[in-house]
């Protein structure tokens, strides 16, 4: 079974610029969690979506915003883009949202770069 | 890598030793923990999850203690290989009654094993 895929990988863009992530889950599974990691802040919650519908979000701005479509990919948008939100934004499927039940898997990231 | 941390606490072990490695969480809320182990160039990977109604959990070469009295959670992995060479971090998942997107991260170690 296929893991957890984001695209693109690596992407490097410009202050006030915009941007658009892809995660496509683990097949099956309907719950998407999306973090930012950065060598600072480590890594932080940013949204939880099931069933496309936003059930978590974290404490960033509303520059970050995020959808989930019904065949269970998300996408996540930040929107006029500032220095520090380069980082590595890492994408997370599980079955449903069952705390204690419901492994999450990580995708491979996506390395924004703001210049 | 994306988890190096100018001040990312290191443990170095010999090839065949144990590891412990150790995590404060703070949230009293928290009643559901996980360890992820993450390589470079990749996301985190589920290590092995500890419920709060239990003190000990044991996996493959891995163990997980928690101690509520003290809010502290360790890693036990025994005879450490090369492979085993990663950032760890220990995750905390409160109770607020919702689903398990919002999960805490601690800010990792950096496991090195020497041959």
């Known amino acids: 079974k296929a893991g957890v895929t984001q695209t693109p990988r690596y992407l490097i863009k410009t202050r006030g610029q915009q941007v658009t992530l892809s995660c496509s889950p683990i097949?099956?599974?309907?719950?998407v969690s999306w973090y930012q990691q950065t060598p600072g802040q480590g890594l932080q919650f940013l949204f939880e979506?099931?069933?496309?519908?936003?059930?978590n979000k974290g404490n960033f701005p509303g520059r970050f915003s995020g959808r989930q479509f019904s065949n269970s990919r998300s996408e996540m948008n930040v929107s006029t883009l500032e220095l520090g939100d380069s980082a590595l934004y890492l994408c997370?499927?599980?079955?449903?949202?069952?705390?204690?039940?419901?492994?999450?898997?990580f995708g491979p990231g996506t390395r924004l770069t703001v210049l | 890598g994306e988890n190096v941390g100018l001040h990312l606490p290191t443990l170095s072990v010999q090839e065949g030793d144990n590891s412990i490695i150790n995590c404060a969480y703070s949230?009293?809320?928290?009643?559901?923990f996980i360890w992820y182990k993450q390589e470079s160039g990749k996301g985190p990977q589920f290590i092995i999850d500890i419920r709060s109604n239990m003190d000990k959990r044991q996996g493959q070469r891995v163990t997980v203690l928690l101690n509520k009295t003290v809010k502290h959670l360790s890693l036990q992995i025994a005879a450490t290989q090369p492979g085993d060479s990663a950032v760890y971090f220990c995750?905390?998942?409160?109770?607020?009654?919702?689903?398990?997107?919002?999960?805490?991260f601690g800010k990792g170690t950096k496991l090195s094993v020497k041959p």
């Open positions: 995750a905390e998942s409160p109770n607020y009654g919702g689903s398990q997107g919002n999960l805490i």
């Open positions: 097949s099956g599974h309907r719950s």
């Open positions: 997370a499927s599980s079955l449903g949202i069952n705390r204690g039940a419901d492994t999450q898997y």
């Open positions: 979506y099931f069933s496309e519908t936003q059930r």
């Open positions: 949230n009293s809320a928290s009643d559901y």
